[in-house]
């Protein structure tokens, strides 16, 4: 493919549910980011893969946020016993180079618009 | 902590006017700056990069500049046209090791 995809685009879950969002980036891509935009606000950072290494997660929000990338391409974002407050759009961005050595463009998908009810 | 802020948070404005957007931060150590654009329903994509030493960058009709003793970026859209239309975010990276901190964007509106 020519850029970052992300399945499903829309999701609805009942409050409790679990939910699993995935990302694939461009092909050859390093790095990956997964962020958390909620509605009228901007993106906020979740966490980080180098290939399959998960460098940085300060930016998940509790226990109940879990990411993996274990052959370093494909990315899922789980998300246990979803409560309300985590209804957002779910953007993954992918980059060429490693995060640390500079500024790589980083290409985003379309994210994932997570409901909860 | 650092905080972008970003206002107005809307604006519209007749083709073919030149308008700047701004950006403000709080803490004026970064490594960088950027602004990106957001359409509805789709991701972001990078518009700009100044890095910390820099004080402006230019692509096309649009040219970024940033005063970090002050704590602000500007974008500035020469000639808006409709296609211009979409939200503009503006973020910080604080050090090599730090991740990109987001403003709330403007949505821009172009009118026929």
């Known amino acids: 493919g020519a850029g970052v995809s992300q399945s499903p685009r829309y999701k609805v879950a009942k409050r409790g549910q679990d939910v699993a969002l995935r990302c694939d980036p461009i092909?050859?891509?390093?790095?990956l980011f997964w962020y958390q935009q909620a509605l009228g606000q901007g993106p906020e950072f979740l966490t980080y893969f180098q290939n399959e290494a998960q460098l940085d997660k300060s930016g998940l929000p509790s226990d109940r946020f879990f990411a993996e990338r274990p052959e370093g391409s494909v990315s899922t974002l789980k998300i246990q016993r979803t409560q309300q407050e985590d209804s957002a759009v779910y953007l993954c961005?992918?980059?060429?180079?490693?995060?640390?050595?500079?500024?790589?463009?980083?290409?985003f998908g379309p994210g994932t618009r997570l409901t909860v009810t | 902590k650092q905080e972008v802020t970003q206002i107005p948070a809307a604006l519209s404005v007749p083709e073919g006017e030149n308008l700047v957007l701004n950006c403000s931060f709080t803490?004026?150590?970064?490594?960088?700056l950027q602004w990106f654009r957001q359409d509805p329903g789709k991701g972001l994509t990078s518009l700009l990069l100044?890095?910390?030493?820099?004080r402006e960058q230019t692509s096309g009709r649009l040219n970024a500049s940033l005063d970090k003793s002050s704590g602000r970026s500007t974008l500035y859209i020469a000639a808006s046209q409709p296609g211009d239309s979409a939200t503009y975010l503006c973020a910080v990276r604080g050090g090599a090791n730090s991740k990109l901190t987001f403003g709330k964007g403007i949505t821009l509106s172009v009118r026929p």
């Open positions: 803490d004026s150590a970064i490594y960088n």
């Open positions: 100044i890095q910390s030493s820099q």
């Open positions: 092909s050859g891509h390093v790095s």
């Open positions: 961005a992918s980059s060429l180079a490693p995060y640390l050595t500079g500024t790589p463009v980083q290409y």
